[in-house]
Every structure is written in C-alpha cells, then in structure tokens.
C-alpha cells in the first residue's frame, strides 16, 4: 500500500502528460495520491484532475502560507463557503513559511489559526506546510492540541528533537525525497522515530528524490522514499509500504 499523501499534480508542469504520470504511479504500485491546494485559483485544476482519476485521488483544500497578504480573510471565505466535507479528506496545506517573506507573518499565523478552526468544526486533519517557523507553528498550534487536531507536518523540516514533539502531539512525520539529499537531517529522525508516525509524500513536482534528483517529481517516485527508509531501518521495502499506508489510511480516512 504505497500512497504519495502530497502532491500538486494539478500544476502546470503536468499538464502535458499526466496520463502518463498517473500510469507510472500505478505501476510502481501506488494506490492513493492526496492533492493539497495552494491558494483559490488552483481549485479548479485541482477538482478537474479528482474528476479524471476519482479512485486513485483525494483532495485538500487550504490557503498556503506563501499565497497569505492582506486579502487572506476574503480569500478564506470565498474558498471555503462552499465547502462540502464528502469531497475533502483535510485541510492544507496550512502553515507558516518564513524562509521567502516574513511581511506577513501576523496575518499567517491568523490565517493558520482560522484554518485550524475551520478543520476542528469539520472533524478533519490538517496539512502543516513549515519552513523556518517550527516554533511559530507550535504557538499556534498547541493551544489547538487538547480539542484532537491532528494530521501531518507535510516534507518535515526539522530535527529528531522536534519530530519527537510533533508526534508527542499525535501528527504524523512527512517524509519524502528530502530524505535522500547529502547532508539531509532527515536519516537520524527516520531512525528516531517509529513508522507508526511517518507518512511518505512526493511534494511533486518539486524536491525529487535521488536517483530523479534536479529533475520534476511525480508521484511513482515515493517508492524512492520508501526504500530509502526501509534501507535505514532494516525493514522491508513492504513493511514500509504497508505500515506508512496504514498510517495515512487512518489519519486521513482513507
Ligand atoms: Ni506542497
């Protein structure tokens, strides 16, 4: 049970051969990709790419952090007024980003918090996007922690120490092809933390992982990730599959 829990196959770097993309996903044995949303314009491509491949994927939907100004608050509304929770399994991505623009930081930890209220109502987790704010996250957030939220923190940045308090939390551990980059903090948590609270994503088109390294990502290429870390735990390749599965089986109601 191979499943890529992040993927924006809906952007324009697939457009000229997802037929192909999906194929190969198959292929390799992958049997659910989760499509989290960026911001309003991407929903429509979004929704069309679930209508072409109903069984094989789920959607999110979610304002990124990096897609948060001013307008948040409208953009907030107009995507969520019609919201139907039969065609959502989470909301995301949601987070923090402040490796590109710290101008917004205020209205992204509001937006994150209204975002984390929002998928409280629905009884549905959230997709965390964190990059140079794991402590910022974690104020939003763990006020939120006693009412049951969970989920994932998405393409997991940080080091063992904070992998331990994000499933001291109950979220899951994202992890994909940064795993396999020299250098990469992601080993020593995949070895710290038990595959009971990981889950595999691509982030395709982005961050492939090595032999596909510098080239677009894409779904089929989670099998990478899972190697990878059944070569660093000493599991099989199917323990891997099926525990990491399992995991977001559960954790996204799969
Ligand atoms: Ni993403």
């Not at 192909?20 to 491509?45: D, F, Y």
């Not at 959502?88 to 402040?98: K, N």
């Not at 994909?176 to 080993?187: E, H």
Request: aromatic residues 10%; contains cysteine; negative net charge.
């Amino acid at each position: 049970m191979l499943i890529d829990t992040h993927s924006h196959i809906y952007l324009k770097e697939f457009d000229d051969d997802l037929d192909n993309v999906i194929q190969n996903a198959v292929n390799v044995g992958v049997e659910k990709i989760i499509l989290p949303n960026i911001n309003l314009s991407s929903i429509a491509k979004m929704k069309a790419v679930k209508l072409a491949y109903p069984l094989l994927t789920e959607l999110a939907i979610g304002l990124h952090p990096t897609s948060i100004d001013d307008n948040y608050k409208k953009e907030l509304d107009a995507m969520f007024c019609d919201f139907n929770p039969t065609q959502y399994v989470a909301v995301g991505e949601v987070g923090i980003d402040l490796y590109w623009d710290k101008t917004f930081i205020k209205q992204q930890k509001d937006a994150f918090n209204d975002q984390i209220e929002f998928a409280k109502i629905h009884n549905i987790p959230i997709i965390i996007h964190s990059r140079n704010s794991f402590d910022e996250i974690l104020d939003v957030l763990k006020p939120h922690i006693k009412s049951g939220i969970n989920g994932v923190f998405h393409c997991f940045p940080g080091n063992t120490e904070q992998a331990k308090c994000v499933v001291d939390m109950g979220f899951y551990i994202g992890i994909g092809g940064v795993l396999t980059y020299k250098n990469s903090n992601m080993p020593a948590v995949v070895k710290n933390i038990p595959l009971q609270y990981i889950l595999l994503e691509t982030d395709a088109p982005y961050l492939s992982p090595v032999p596909k390294r510098g080239k677009r990502n894409e779904p089929a290429y989670v099998k990478y990730v899972a190697e990878a870390i059944a070569y660093l735990t000493g599991d099989t390749y199917e323990t891997v599959c099926a525990t990491t599965g399992a995991n977001a089986k559960q954790v996204f109601g799969l």
